[in-house]
């Protein structure tokens, strides 16, 4: 038994439809799944991971029809860009609401079900943006990464439980993410107004031409069925797999002209 949130629509939507078509029992969450519910083959439950309450009653409910869960995928996410000087505190609060601390709540309502089954994996849906810092994506680089870093600590204190768990790191990938995304807004006037507007137009871009979300969707697949997860998992493009390793072998300031470089920045 699968439970994925955030499962209405983009990389979750399409992990569902997959494991569904495999056989798996999938539950996905939505916000409001009355809305979207006919557009998934999965049955969608209310759930907000920044509201407890939700959490504790849509668990009720898996628990009660299937006496158990074995995996959940911690995908529910939200997208945040702008300069940082220039973001407002109330925007950082909700993307760590929504990005680590709803993360975690998730994992804190499973962990007690899966110690009494003796076994259970948690799946967390992280970024590639996660292993660097990047101009303008600041927040959002830094809630993935803590998700990472996270996974880490988890791993060690669960494995006497049996419960495993990795994380997984996309690149961009064709879904809707754009459209949900909190963007500080361009400032007339600001020292940031035309660098940040153009990387807006860049990021856009590169979801718009980015992968199928079915690839995310395989590698999930592969993860369920390998006994032994690894810790860590990116699923991307050959050059957005590769900026990872260079960020291991290059020298700080190499790097950071290389970034700089690509975003257009003195």
Same mark, same amino acid.
Do not use: C
């Given at each position: 038994?699968?439970?994925?949130?955030?499962?209405?629509?983009?990389?979750? !939507?399409?992990?569902?439809?997959?494991?569904?078509?495999?056989?798996?029992?999938?539950?996905?969450?939505?916000?409001? @799944?009355? /809305?979207?519910?006919?557009?998934?083959? +999965?049955?969608?439950?209310?759930?907000?991971?920044?509201?407890?309450?939700?959490?504790?009653?849509?668990?009720?409910?898996?628990?009660? *029809?299937?006496?158990?869960?074995?995996?959940?995928?911690?995908?529910?996410?939200?997208?945040?860009?702008?300069?940082?000087?220039?973001?407002?505190?109330?925007?950082?609060?909700?993307?760590?609401?929504?990005?680590? +601390?709803? @993360?975690?709540?998730?994992?804190?309502?499973?962990?007690?079900?899966?110690?009494?089954?003796?076994?259970?994996?948690?799946?967390?849906?992280?970024?590639?943006?996660?292993?660097?810092?990047? @101009?303008?994506?600041?927040?959002?680089?830094?809630? /993935?990464?803590?998700?990472?870093?996270?996974?880490?600590?988890?791993?060690?204190?669960?494995?006497?439980?049996?419960?495993?768990?990795?994380?997984? *790191?996309?690149?961009? +990938? =064709?879904?809707?993410?754009?459209?949900?995304?909190?963007?500080?807004?361009?400032? #007339?006037?600001?020292?940031?107004?035309?660098?940040?507007? &153009?990387?807006?137009?860049?990021?856009?871009?590169?979801?718009?031409?980015?992968? &199928?979300?079915?690839?995310? =969707?395989?590698?999930?697949?592969?993860?369920?069925?390998?006994?032994?997860? /690894?810790?860590?998992?990116?699923?991307?493009?050959?050059?957005? !797999? +590769?900026?990872?390793?260079?960020?291991?072998?290059? @020298?700080?300031?190499?790097?950071?002209?290389?970034?700089?470089?690509?975003? #257009?920045? !003195?």
């Amino acid at each position: 038994m699968v439970l994925i949130t955030g499962a209405s629509s983009g990389i979750g !939507k399409a992990i569902g439809a997959y494991l569904h078509e495999r056989g798996f029992r999938v539950y996905g969450t939505s916000r409001n @799944p009355s /809305k979207i519910q006919s557009s998934v083959p +999965f049955r969608l439950l209310a759930l907000d991971v920044t509201q407890i309450d939700t959490i504790e009653k849509a668990l009720s409910e898996v628990i009660q *029809a299937e006496g158990r869960i074995d995996v959940l995928v911690n995908n529910a996410g939200m997208g945040i860009t702008g300069p940082l000087e220039e973001t407002p505190a109330a925007a950082v609060l909700k993307v760590y609401d929504t990005n680590v +601390f709803g @993360p975690m709540e998730m994992i804190r309502a499973v962990l007690p079900y899966m110690r009494k089954q003796q076994g259970g994996l948690v799946i967390n849906i992280t970024s590639i943006a996660g292993y660097m810092g990047l @101009p303008f994506r600041g927040v959002y680089s830094a809630t /993935k990464g803590s998700m990472e870093l996270l996974t880490e600590a988890y791993r060690m204190e669960l494995k006497p439980f049996g419960i495993a768990m990795t994380s997984v *790191a996309p690149g961009d +990938f =064709a879904t809707n993410i754009a459209a949900g995304r909190y963007h500080a807004p361009v400032i #007339k006037g600001s020292p940031y107004e035309k660098v940040y507007h &153009d990387t807006l137009e860049m990021m856009n871009a590169h979801v718009d031409r980015g992968g &199928d979300p079915k690839v995310m =969707a395989e590698a999930i697949y592969r993860i369920i069925r390998n006994p032994n997860p /690894k810790g860590h998992y990116r699923v991307g493009s050959f050059l957005q !797999k +590769f900026s990872v390793a260079l960020k291991r072998i290059l @020298p700080d300031w190499m790097y950071e002209r290389m970034l700089m470089r690509h975003y #257009k920045l !003195k």
